[in-house]
């Protein structure tokens, strides 16, 4: 157990429809990154918050949005989903803000179902 | 920004035998490279990483090599076990940079017993 804990487990929705994924990184940490894996794909590097200010972003879509909350939980915004949008999201956290020489614990992820 | 190319894509090797997974990458500036293994419907998990000061490192039946003039690093897993099968990524990262971790997009294992 990473000590990332992520919810729901698994969301199914239909298209055009708009959800919240939710993470919580490991106790100390500052900095969460959210990711996307799909299908037999690599991970996608979306966005980065670092203590609730955006850090870094990736290739998030404009239908994509994140924040990080005063008590370091974070959220991503997933609004009129398209069935592309089908894949694993998973969030990881880090102690510093640099994204560099930091190692990256991941949680366990959300499987979202577009259909 | 970084670009991180990994080879084979799937990889197929007997238990006991060695298996070697090589990932380069294009910023001459990164400077972390950490390994994940990821299992079937889990999470990626941290199983080794190096640093640009270091040439190699070890961990029981697991090695990095990483050289940098060649901008390349590998994962050098000895004497497979079939727990071994996984999806592998690499990543590479520079410190002080947001973009962080850009990865490789992943070598398929499968340690055949």
């Known amino acids: 157990d990473s000590g990332v804990t992520q919810t729901p487990k698994h969301l199914i929705t239909a298209t055009g429809q708009r959800v919240t994924l939710r993470c919580s990184p490991r106790?100390?940490?500052?900095?969460v990154y959210w990711y996307q894996q799909s299908l037999d794909q690599g991970l996608q590097f979306l966005i980065q918050y670092y203590n609730g200010e955006e850090r870094a972003k990736g290739n998030i879509l404009e239908r994509f949005s994140a924040q990080q909350f005063p008590d370091l939980h974070s959220e991503l915004n997933l609004s009129s989903l398209e069935l592309g949008d089908s894949a694993l999201y998973f969030c990881a956290s880090s102690v510093a803000a640099t994204g560099g020489e930091e190692t990256q614990y991941f949680g366990p992820g959300t499987r979202l179902l577009v259909l | 920004g970084e670009n991180v190319e990994q080879h084979p894509s799937t990889l197929s090797v007997q238990e006991g035998d060695s298996a070697v997974i090589k990932c380069t990458y294009s910023?001459?500036?990164?400077?972390?490279f950490p390994w994940y293994k990821q299992e079937l419907g889990k999470r990626p998990q941290l199983i080794i990483d190096?640093?640009?000061?270091?040439g190699e490192k070890k961990d029981q039946r697991i090695a990095v090599t990483l050289n940098k003039t060649a901008k390349h690093f590998s994962l050098h897993i000895t004497e497979t076990q079939p727990e071994d099968s996984a999806v592998y990524f690499c990543?590479?990262?520079?410190?002080?940079?947001?973009?962080?971790?850009?990865f490789g997009p992943g070598t398929r294992l499968s340690v055949l017993p």
């Open positions: 910023d001459s500036a990164s400077n972390y």
């Open positions: 106790s100390g940490d500052l900095s």
């Open positions: 190096i640093r640009s000061n270091v």
């Open positions: 990543a590479a990262s520079r410190e002080n940079y947001g973009q962080n971790f850009v």
